[in-house]
């Protein structure tokens, strides 16, 4: 590997503008994404046993990938966004669907009211946000008393920093180079002090492991106690806040 390599590139949020027309493209930068949700809801399906005519928040959508399978089980999803040309993608491909819409706004700043939401989504996001405890407090905010946050994240350690950045963005390239700052992963007991403060309790939180890729692109995933690189997690908000 160059030098060059193992320079620490910024968070750069522009890739899901200008690679937006690629988020359903079954080869190409978002390809892994679509693959995770599968696993990820075997784990969100724990806590909500129904979702059928919920009010779901798919915070920091992208192009509608979970939002899609949101509104398949049933849920009438708000797909939320800061990339204009990415949620153009996601509208364009719901064709119609009704029971999703889609608006551009800051994760830090819904245009929704308080405690309107049953469940918030929030996969593969958080680090990427300039303040996670300002995002999780709008995530409060807009759920419903004892309502769900669901979410997965990465690890700031060595070996997220080398499989994420080094490997996935600048050898393997199946992530494109500058879509993490390693400096904004999010620890998991960061995490657990940002969920307390904003209100949420309840929390569980299991390693996301990755150990291996099918032939089909599946994946296959166990949760377990190793957190070393990605972790999933669900809290509930407070009751009483
Ligand atoms: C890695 S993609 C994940 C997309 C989707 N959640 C999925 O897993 O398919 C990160 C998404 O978060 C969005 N995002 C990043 N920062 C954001 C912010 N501050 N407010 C709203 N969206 C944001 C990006 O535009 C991008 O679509």
């Known amino acids: 590997m160059s030098t060059k390599a193992l320079v620490?590139?910024?968070?750069?949020?522009?890739?899901?503008?200008?690679?937006?027309?690629?988020?359903?493209?079954?080869?190409?930068?978002?390809?892994?994404l679509r693959h995770l949700n599968p696993p990820r809801f075997r784990f969100f399906d724990r806590f909500i046993p129904s979702w059928t005519g919920l009010r779901v928040l798919d915070l920091g959508c992208g192009g509608g990938l979970t939002a899609e399978v949101l509104a398949a089980r049933g849920s009438c999803v708000i797909g939320v966004d800061r990339s204009l040309p990415s949620l153009r993608v996601a509208r364009?491909?719901?064709a119609g669907d009704l029971t999703i819409g889609y608006a551009g706004s800051d994760a830090g700043a819904l245009a929704l009211a308080d405690?309107?939401?049953?469940?918030?989504?929030?996969v593969d996001?958080?680090?990427?946000?300039?303040?996670?405890?300002?995002?999780?407090?709008?995530?409060a905010r807009v759920l419903k008393p004892g309502g769900w946050l669901l979410?997965?994240?990465i690890n700031r350690t060595?070996?997220?920093r080398m499989v994420v950045v080094w490997v996935l963005?600048?050898?393997v390239r199946t992530i494109p180079r500058g879509t993490h700052d390693w400096r904004m992963f999010i620890t998991p007991a960061e995490m657990r002090g940002h969920l307390d403060h904003a209100g949420f309790t309840d929390l569980t939180l299991r390693g996301f492991d990755v150990v291996g890729r099918r032939r089909d692109g599946s994946l296959d995933v166990h949760f377990n106690d190793n957190t070393a690189i990605t972790y999933i997690g669900a809290a509930r908000k407070l009751e009483t806040r």
């Open 158 to 160: 060595w070996l997220a």
């Open 125 to 139: 996001v958080l680090e990427h946000v300039p303040s996670v405890p300002q995002v999780l407090a709008e995530c």
């Open 8 to 32: 620490v590139t910024p968070n750069d949020l522009g890739i899901y503008d200008r690679e937006a027309d690629h988020w359903w493209r079954p080869v190409g930068p978002f390809a892994t």
């Open 151 to 153: 979410f997965d994240t």
């Open 115 to 122: 405690g309107s939401v049953d469940v918030v989504v929030c």
């Open 92 to 94: 364009r491909h719901a």
């Open 169 to 171: 963005e600048h050898m």
